[in-house]
């Protein structure tokens, strides 16, 4: 690899890491930058001469990274708990027929379980960007999944992963097809422009994609800390839902990194114990009021202490003649780190505005 082509490579990687950062603060336009170059990234690297090796376990990967973070920042930002609730249970709907498939193959089973999760989430920050989020009911928002499910995904998942096809090979070669591309779009657009738009309901807002303020009631660390100290449970929904989360998530990483010593099950159950001892960990900061407000230094500071867990139970191992492999284990450290610390960070958020009382407004629209 040139000095050229390994600075592109790089470029984009660190893209595709620190790009998903910033969907917490600019949820729209930062998953939309997401999914164009999850769309672009390959044929970036071939337009350099370059084809990396195991493309299709990084792009996997990547994707699974970007979406876990988005799913995150619903519980900072998503003030509709009808649109949270059906959110939640697209992205974990997926992520099980993720794990389904990598320990079966079938691919039938990306079809069954869509990534419905993605497109419903920036159909809600579309809609937020100008209106109320909450002034729309469950129905409203189970009939938006719906469609997408139906309309969008299903046809995507079927052309993707049971026809294998791929669109720039089906333009290049069906001369008919890249018009009628674009002559489709075309029709949607004037559909929206001369249909659909003179029927929008009165904006609530000029354009916004920065999130929303915080709730009053856990806006800073220490509100959030005092919401965990009084509320927060070391076994708990919380953190069987974080276990879940972190769990099924590094199984599908497990197939991805080769030569892992470890079974899926295996990972996920010693994991588990990770996850209930970072609980432990972030209740007695919330109770000792040690939390930090940085989330990157909040981070770091979860990040050292698991890697001081790791360095114990290599002693505790190497005393039992067994061992640990650092360098697989450092990355599940990094990954249950992160996940761990953004939703110990944000769950009270959620948390509060699910308690609150609807605020007055306009009534639900269906």
Request: positive net charge; proline residues 6%.
């Amino acid at each position: 690899m040139s000095s050229e082509v390994a600075t592109v490579f790089w470029t984009v990687v660190g893209a595709r890491f620190l790009l998903p950062l910033l969907i917490f603060r600019y949820p729209l336009p930062a998953i939309i930058g997401c999914l164009i170059l999850d769309g672009v990234d390959q044929s970036i690297f071939q337009a350099f001469g370059y084809d990396p090796p195991g493309y299709q376990g990084y792009d996997k990967a990547m994707d699974i990274y970007y979406l876990a973070l988005a799913y995150l920042a619903t519980m900072r930002n998503w003030a509709s708990m009808p649109a949270f609730r059906i959110s939640r249970f697209l992205y974990f709907y997926r992520l099980v027929g993720v794990v389904a498939f990598e320990f079966t193959g079938w691919r039938a089973l990306l079809l069954i379980f869509p990534n419905t999760f993605e497109y419903f989430f920036i159909a809600y920050e579309g809609i937020r960007a100008r209106w109320n989020p909450t002034r729309f009911g469950m129905s409203f928002w189970v009939k938006t999944a719906a469609f997408i499910w139906i309309v969008i995904k299903l046809p995507q998942e079927w052309w993707i992963h049971i026809a294998q096809l791929d669109f720039t090979d089906t333009v290049a070669d069906v001369p008919w097809f890249g018009p009628a591309v674009i002559a489709g779009i075309l029709g949607l657009l004037a559909v929206f422009w001369f249909v659909v738009r003179p029927r929008l309901w009165p904006a609530d807002w000029p354009w916004r994609v920065k999130a929303d303020p915080l709730p009053e009631p856990v806006a800073t660390v220490s509100e959030r800390d005092d919401w965990l100290s009084r509320h927060g449970r070391v076994f708990s929904l919380v953190t069987l839902e974080k276990i879940v989360l972190v769990g099924l998530i590094s199984v599908v990483y497990a197939q991805v990194i080769p030569d892992l010593r470890v079974t899926g099950l295996q990972l996920f159950f010693a994991l588990a114990i990770l996850v209930t001892v970072n609980a432990a960990f972030s209740l007695w900061l919330a109770r000792d009021r040690r939390g930090v407000q940085s989330a990157f230094l909040a981070f770091l500071i979860r990040l050292a202490f698991n890697f001081g867990l790791v360095i114990l139970a290599g002693w505790l191992l190497g005393r039992g003649r067994g061992s640990l492999d650092l360098v697989d284990t450092e990355f599940f450290i990094v990954l249950l780190s992160l996940i761990t610390s953004l939703h110990d960070r944000y769950r009270p958020v959620y948390e509060a505005r699910a308690t609150q009382q609807t605020l007055p407004g306009p009534p639900a629209h269906v």
